[in-house]
């Protein structure tokens, strides 16, 4: 039988772009006050010693600057890559694609056991396995992708329990039809009353 896709997302770009610009006004706000902290020592130690203030400022110092003024940005793009190329599609017997850091997964939809939304935490969407939990960050139309697999998983719960109560009522019929053939052996019914209560229990 194809396979049949219900849904399919990717993460938010404008997010991850968010970040990125957060990121870099962060970066560029601390490179500058940090400069300015540094032009300030430098003028007060050139004036104290005569010695020209731009000679200090290409030093180990600025290096230093330059390094943890970057930290943010650093940061900013290890968040964007943890997310920016999730994406998730829903079958109607799988749920696959990327997680954090592009990682690839594949999860036969009777192993997913639970499925649940965080919103503190990056916005994500949790689907639950028996072997771990899988998180997507910043799906788009996320409450849409947690109904599909929510209905799934419904779905599937289901039709085991229809089987389940199928094979107690056929195992109930097949019960009950060996005691009238015991009260047949016995004389205590006759052959027809047998097979009217067998009809009857068998639905023919």
């Known amino acids: 039988?194809?396979?049949?896709?219900?849904?399919?997302?990717?993460?938010?770009?404008?997010?991850?772009?968010?970040?990125?610009?957060?990121?870099?006004?962060?970066?560029?706000?601390?490179?500058?006050?940090?400069?300015?902290?540094?032009?300030?020592?430098?003028?007060a130690y050139a004036y104290s010693t005569d010695t020209p203030m731009m000679s200090e400022l290409f030093t180990e110092d600025f290096f230093i600057i330059v390094g943890v003024a970057l930290i943010p940005l650093l940061f900013g793009l290890l968040f964007y890559f943890w997310f920016a190329n999730n994406q998730l599609t829903v079958t109607d017997k799988r749920v696959y694609g990327k997680a954090a850091f592009g990682k690839r997964v594949d999860l036969p939809l009777d192993s997913i056991s639970a499925i649940a939304t965080t919103i503190v935490l990056f916005y994500g969407l949790s689907v639950s396995t028996s072997s771990g939990r899988i998180t997507f960050y910043f799906i788009t139309?996320?409450?849409?992708?947690?109904?599909?697999?929510?209905?799934?998983?419904?779905?599937?719960?289901?039709?085991?329990?229809?089987?389940?109560?199928?094979?107690?009522?056929?195992?109930?019929?097949?019960?009950?039809?060996?005691?009238?053939?015991?009260?047949?052996?016995?004389?205590?019914?006759?052959?027809?009353?047998?097979?009217?209560?067998?009809?009857r229990l068998l639905g023919l």
Do not use: C, H, P, W
């Not at 039988?1 to 968010?18: D, P, T």
């Not at 009950?176 to 047998?194: A, P, S």
């Open 1 to 43: 039988m194809e396979e049949k896709i219900i849904i399919e997302r990717k993460s938010n770009k404008y997010v991850g772009l968010a970040i990125i610009i957060v990121a870099l006004g962060f970066t560029v706000g601390l490179f500058y006050i940090m400069l300015y902290s540094m032009t300030l020592n430098n003028a």
């Open 141 to 199: 139309e996320r409450n849409e992708v947690y109904k599909a697999i929510n209905d799934l998983i419904i779905q599937r719960q289901n039709k085991t329990n229809e089987t389940i109560i199928k094979q107690g009522i056929s195992q109930s019929n097949a019960d009950e039809l060996k005691k009238f053939k015991d009260l047949l052996d016995d004389g205590v019914i006759t052959q027809e009353e047998f097979e009217q209560e067998k009809k």
